[in-house]
T-cell receptor
Framework: DAKTTQPPSMDCAEGRAANLPCNHSTISGNEYVYWYRQIHSQGPQYIIHGLKNNETNEMASLIITEDRKSSTLILPHATLRDTAVYYCIVRVEFSTDKLIFGTGTRLQVFP | KAGVTQTPRYLIKTRGQQVTLSCSPISGHRSVSWYQQTPGQGLQFLFEYFSETQRNKGNFPGRFSGRQFSNSRSEMNVSTLELGDSALYLC???????????FGQGTRLTVV
């Protein structure tokens, strides 16, 4: 079973920041938080990952709480092309690339 | 560099037949994983290969099998197809521990 909980859907106005929350209260000390997104019928696309520090790349920022029980993915200026299902994933084991996907958050960006 | 390539993109098979799907990982990646995506069950892990060895397996029946070749290319096979096997099958490759996995565009299998 997935170790994360996400809201099923969210809306965001184009040009505004999209903040997608994720709860992972049972995360272990050596488990990373990964975010992927899937645009309709395409393969999931990697966005960002982190262990305990906040991370930023050209696509998004990842804020992880100090107790690591939750995190937030931030898309600073959402566009219509960011409409997708966003998955928050906790890597199950250190020595495997296995990903356990939950149901994700369907983000709808509107004009 | 080229991404993960899956072939074929679309496939229609009849119940009882078998099917083989192919995945070519990103050059230099030695880890390949397979996933099944259906509307009802979402994205589910099938299996993972690293250096020609199966490293992990999901909760699927023995009709689902896979292998990895010395050049890291991977194939998965589904025998005795059932209607419920209709799905998008996704392959992902990774360059190492705790690095991101890159997904292909998938093979959409329809069983009739």
């Amino acid at each position: 079973d997935a170790k994360t909980t996400q809201p099923p859907s969210m809306d965001c106005a184009e040009g505004r920041a999209a903040n997608l929350p994720c709860n992972h209260s049972t995360i272990s000390g050596n488990e990373y938080v990964y975010w992927y997104r899937q645009i309709h019928s395409q393969g999931p696309q990697y966005i960002i990952h982190g262990l305990k520090n906040n991370e930023t790349n050209e696509m998004a920022s990842l804020i992880i709480t100090e107790d690591r029980k939750s995190s937030t993915l931030i898309l600073p200026h959402a566009t219509l092309r960011d409409t997708a299902v966003y998955y928050c994933i906790v890597r199950v084991e250190f020595s495997t690339d296995k990903l356990i996907f939950g149901t994700g958050t369907r983000l709808q960006v509107f004009p | 560099k080229a991404g993960v390539t899956q072939t074929p993109r679309y496939l229609i098979k009849t119940r009882g037949q078998q099917v083989t799907l192919s995945c070519s990982p990103i050059s230099g990646h030695r880890s390949v994983s397979w996933y099944q995506q259906t509307p009802g069950q979402g994205l589910q892990f099938l299996f993972e290969y690293f250096s020609e060895t199966q490293r992990n397996k999901g909760n699927f029946p023995g009709r689902f099998s896979g292998r990895q070749f010395s050049n890291s290319r991977s194939e998965m096979n589904v025998s005795t197809l059932e209607l419920g096997d209709s799905a998008l099958y996704l392959c992902a490759s990774s360059g190492g521990m705790n690095t991101e996995a890159f997904f292909g565009q998938g093979t959409r299998l329809t069983v009739v």
